[in-house]
């Protein structure tokens, strides 16, 4: 009985520790491609709800990318849309996006 709790004392922990990672790596991934034209990741992420973000992230992101493919104000990121780097990236933007949105409860601790 006690290692059986032990055991699910870990996964638990383990499990919310890989979550805030994917929130951290959204976070780099933000500053790195994002911030040079939308500011601090703090103002962007509260500029939406969580259901938004979540909406906009659909499909790896499809509608994120969408938005700036279709925007000429947003040429100088084509690139980074149209590559698979974005896909790749797409899930830990949205957690990092998601946790921070303005009915989160939850603030960024660097931008």
């Known amino acids: 009985m006690i290692k059986s709790s032990a055991l699910i004392l870990i996964l638990v922990i383990s499990t919310v520790s890989s979550l805030d ?10 500053v790195e491609s994002c911030k040079v034209c939308h ?8 500029s939406k709800d969580i259901r938004t973000w979540e909406k906009i992230m659909n499909k790896k992101g499809e ?6 493919l279709s ?3 947003a040429e ?4 980074y849309f149209n590559d698979h780097k974005f896909t790749k990236d797409a899930k830990h933007l949205e957690d990092f996006l998601v946790d921070y ?11």
Do not use: F
């Open 21 to 30: 990672a994917a929130a951290y790596k959204g976070q780099k991934v933000y």
């Open 39 to 46: 500011g601090g990741g703090q103002a962007m992420a509260v």
């Open 63 to 68: 509608r994120l990318a969408d938005i700036h």
């Open 71 to 73: 925007s000429k104000k």
């Open 76 to 79: 100088a990121s084509w690139s």
């Open 101 to 111: 949105a303005k009915d989160s409860g939850n603030v960024p601790a660097c931008n």
